[in-house]
Each structure stands twice: as C-alpha cells, then as structure tokens.
C-alpha cells in the first residue's frame, strides 16, 4: 500500500507574512484558518518556547477542517535544559495539554540543540518511555550533532521507531536521508541563509522525486518549510505541492 505525503510550513502565526502570504486586513485570529485552505498540515512551532494552554489546543483544533494535522514541537524544557534526561515529568506535562489533538497529531517533533551529543543510555532510556508510555503517539527527532548520525545511533532510532529528521539547511545542521521509521520526516531551513533564503526548481524537483519513491515504498512523508522570512515558506510548499500533482 501506498503511503501519505503531507506538506506545509513550519508554523502559520508570523506578523512578517501579513502582506506576503496573508491578505492584509485579515485578522491574525482567522490566519488558521486561512492557511488551513490551502494545505492539510502544519508545525506547531510555538510549543517549543512555551506549551500553550489546552483552550488553545482545541481553538486550533476548530479552526481546521476534517484532515487536517498538526505536529507539534517538543518543549524545549526536555531538548535542551534537560537535555533528555528525566524525561517523564516534562512529557507528561506536554501531552496532559496535546492529548485531546491525539487523532489530529502527527509525528511529534523533538529538536536537539547543537551541544547535546548521542549517548546510548541517555537516549535508549528516553526512547522506551516514548514506546511504552507514549505508544499511541508517532516521534521524529533532528539533530544539530554529529555524533547522532553514527551507526549506533541511528540503529537505536530504527529499534524504537523514532523517524530521523532530514535537515536540508545547505549543511549548516547534521544532514542523513537514512530512514529509521515508518515516517520520513524532512524540515527545509533554507538552502543558503537559514529562513531566509527561497529553494530553487531544481532542490525541489529532487525531493519531490524523493517524496514519490519513498510514498511508492509505503513510507509516510512529512515535509515543513522553515524558510519563514519574506514569506518563502508557504511559495515553496505551493511549488513543491505543485510538482508532486504532475
């Protein structure tokens, strides 16, 4: 069987798309909304600077039609002041306010910072607490150091089901197109200046390529733009979309 493509921005809610992206005398309350007409899932970027409130949660749930999914970002409190250690005070806190978004979820993002590095206790603890306790829920994880690309890392990933993120940022962040899960997950940051630089035809036509094969593979893939500045984002989601519809 074939497997799902989902494509969108790393986020809706920036102030420098009012003009760009969005119509300029909307109100940011219907930017949801507006966004969720043309693609069918987003980022949720914000909860990693500050989990929101369950009122929020379910405000966003009833913005969007039927279909549509979020993927959160996970509390940077665990990624990177934790740094992944004692995780099941911080998870349960998150997903006490992301549970009621369960069917609308997809992967959960959980973004490393650039000084924490692979250790096998560390991260084989926290990944059979995501598999036992957090079953019901899907995971990806991106990586800002080397060493969580070495073989023994990747096939920790893979034993746990724990989608690596393929980084596209002009190799400015740790890049593997090696798959370790049922979910491809892929974040474009931009090609030259990180989000602040627009994708050519020809980076988008190979990932679109990509895409195919691995949808061909029975994959499920997820792509998010991240090259928020002067509004490249939702352009070359479009693009990209566009391309996969030939």
């Known amino acids: 069987m074939a497997g799902s493509i989902h494509i969108g921005t790393s ?22 909304s507006y966004y969720a007409k043309e693609f069918n899932t987003t980022e949720i970027n914000g909860s990693f600077y500050r989990i929101p409130t369950i009122e929020t949660v379910e405000n966003w749930m009833a913005q969007v039609p039927k279909g549509f999914v979020f993927c959160p970002k996970m509390s940077r409190f665990l990624s990177h002041m934790k740094k992944l250690r004692d995780p099941e005070e911080p998870l349960e806190r998150f997903f006490s306010v992301f549970e009621p978004m369960k069917k609308m979820m997809g992967p959960v993002l959980i973004q490393l910072p650039p000084f924490l590095a692979f250790h096998y206790d560390v991260a084989e603890h926290f990944y059979k607490i995501l598999a036992t306790v957090y079953r019901d829920y899907r995971f990806v994880m991106e990586v800002r150091h080397m060493t969580w690309l070495e073989e023994v890392s990747l096939t920790l990933m893979t034993k746990y089901n724990i989608g690596f993120v393929i980084s596209q940022s002009g190799d400015k962040f740790p890049y593997s197109e090696m798959v370790t899960a049922q979910n491809v997950y892929v974040r474009f940051h931009g090609p030259a200046a990180l989000y602040a630089s627009s994708y050519s035809s020809e980076t988008l036509m190979f990932f679109a390529e990509k895409f195919q094969g691995w949808q061909a593979e029975g994959l499920n893939v997820w792509a998010y733009f991240n090259n928020d500045i002067f509004g490249y984002a939702p352009a070359d989601a479009k693009r990209l979309m566009d391309m996969l519809k030939k």
């Open 11 to 32: 986020g809706w809610s920036y102030k420098h798309w009012r003009g760009l992206y969005y119509p300029p005398k909307l109100p940011a309350r219907l930017w949801l």
